[in-house]
């Protein structure tokens, strides 16, 4: 298999002494003092017995000790198992068990969730402070190379069952998305990419692979907040920002002066788009580059090129160059127009699941539905079967529901998306319950907000008497849009 000198280590050779990563606060790091310290964290990791091929999981927020963690693994020839700081310890207790993680590794503002999540964990493993490791200045044997088929990331995403599955990511996939990336945005000298994004999600993490794959620097902030994000792309020369709708609007409101000629655009992912926002983004004459992928993808598969930001509205592109897409209805290629399953193909396709079976097809079937124009270019119409997005977040109905039955006085439970004007969807639940026993809104959510991570605890309880399902027994979501429009609620307690 094909292997290339390590990529931070090609940027130390060849600009050691050009800005890496700008901080919120103004501080700065060179690509030389980004590569020395890596490697320092990455001798720290050796130390406590971090093998190659071992799994280590990661509960950090985005700071610059992510970006070291995740290069010093590289280094080691570990893999990073990267955790969502939005879960709950619950949540997370089963992804490091299913994960097979040697160690978990936490920062200082995530050390309790990490001793929670440990205390519900079944494994017997160490939890280590990043700001502890010892960065050694002994020299010990690094990797110097990096094998392209070889696994570096495992991202978890949540499952129609309500089980949450781990993406196996090669360096191999990281690669080819942002070489298909700058294929299809291109790339300049000048070039500096905005870093808003949760790094432990493929959207933010896609943004530190091209940081170190192009040698561009990137502007890294601990969270979205539009007012600095404008203050960076209008006086600190941010040519590139990735966001999600939510963000895009916010940007658009605080926004008190036009973005300068040299901010290239926005891209814009997470779920459908409201074609409003688009076209407000339009009259301010902000390019926005609507991109299409999941995290099987590494990111981006399918991306509106700059040329036609304005001129396909609504369209998430064409497939990029290594990449291709099928529009497919029971397996047969879809006419023109003709909504049907998207399927893809390409290096930046994950190979598969861990411990999970993954499909042996040549295109991998997203679920999600979409049609092409006359001239091939992209528009998605809806998401995972009856996945919602929630400002950004993949939220699957089961894995609410599962929790939801476990609350005293619940026999039946059902889960929707309902549009909302700042996180795009957020998720309602619809409760049978059991008769002559005291349950109430008060308490189902009390018990879902110890049992999941904030942004998919439900916003509303709606008390029914019969679940609408088909005849095979599943739930009929379409029709409980309806129960709500039509005001019925039961109340119980």
């Not at 936490?106 to 990043?130: F, N, P, T, W």
């Not at 432990?200 to 902030?221: A, D, E, Q, R, T």
């Not at 997470?270 to 902000?286: D, F, H, M, Q, S």
């Amino acid at each position: 298999m094909i292997e290339i000198p390590h990529w931070l280590e090609k940027q130390y050779d060849l600009q050691p002494d050009s800005i890496a990563i700008e901080m919120d606060g103004g501080e700065s790091f060179t690509f030389k003092e980004l590569r020395n310290d890596s490697r320092k964290l990455a001798n720290g990791l050796l130390k406590k017995g971090i093998n190659p091929g071992d799994h280590v999981a990661f509960l950090s927020a985005n700071h610059l000790d992510y970006v070291l963690f995740i290069h010093a693994v590289s280094y080691v020839g570990a893999v990073a198992v990267c955790l969502n700081v939005r879960l709950s310890a619950k949540e997370l207790a089963y992804q490091i068990d299913d994960s097979d993680t040697c160690s978990i590794v936490v920062d200082s503002q995530y050390k309790r969730l990490g001793e929670r999540a440990m205390k519900e964990s079944q494994a017997d493993i160490d939890l280590l402070k990043v700001e502890q490791l010892a960065k050694s200045e002994e020299t010990m044997e690094v990797r110097e190379t990096l094998r392209l088929d070889e696994r570096f990331t495992m991202m978890y995403t949540s499952g129609t069952t309500g089980k949450p599955k781990a993406v196996m990511h090669t360096y191999g996939n990281h690669w080819f998305s942002a070489i298909a990336s700058a294929l299809n945005l291109g790339l300049t000298d000048k070039d500096k990419w905005l870093v808003c994004l949760p790094l432990f999600h493929v959207g933010g993490f896609s943004l530190i692979m091209k940081n170190v794959i192009y040698g561009m620097p990137i502007v890294l902030l601990e969270k979205f907040d539009a007012e600095v994000v404008n203050e960076k792309i209008i006086h600190h020369q941010v040519t590139l920002v990735s966001v999600v709708t939510v963000m895009l609007q916010r940007l658009l409101k605080n926004r008190k002066q036009a973005y300068p000629i040299t901010f290239r655009g926005a891209l814009l992912g997470g779920g459908p788009v409201p074609e409003p926002l688009l076209k407000e983004a339009y009259k301010a004459n902000i390019p926005v580059f609507q991109t299409y992928g999941m995290t099987e993808t590494s990111s981006q598969i399918s991306t509106l090129r700059p040329g036609d930001a304005f001129e396909k509205l609504g369209s998430a592109g064409k497939a990029l160059t290594p990449a291709s897409l099928s529009i497919r209805d029971d397996g047969k290629p879809c006419a023109p127009n003709e909504v049907g399953e998207i399927h893809v193909k390409g290096p930046m396709v994950s190979g598969g699941y861990y411990r999970h079976h993954y499909q042996d097809n040549e295109y991998l079937a997203t679920g999600d539905l979409g049609y092409l124009d006359e001239e091939g270019f992209l528009f998605v119409i809806d998401r995972v079967k009856d996945m919602l997005i929630s400002g950004g977040e993949n939220v699957y109905p089961a894995e609410i529901e599962s929790v939801l039955l476990e609350v005293d006085g619940v026999q039946e439970a059902a889960v929707t998306g309902i549009e909302h004007s700042e996180w795009g969807e957020v998720p309602v639940a619809f409760i049978v319950a059991i008769d002559d026993h005291p349950v109430t809104e008060e308490k189902i959510q009390r018990y879902c907000k110890q049992r999941l991570a904030g942004f998919k605890v439900p916003v509303s309880i709606h008390f029914i008497g019969e679940i609408p399902r088909n005849a095979s027994n599943k739930i009929v979501r379409r029709k409980l849009h309806s129960l709500i429009e039509k005001g019925e609620n039961r109340e119980h307690k």
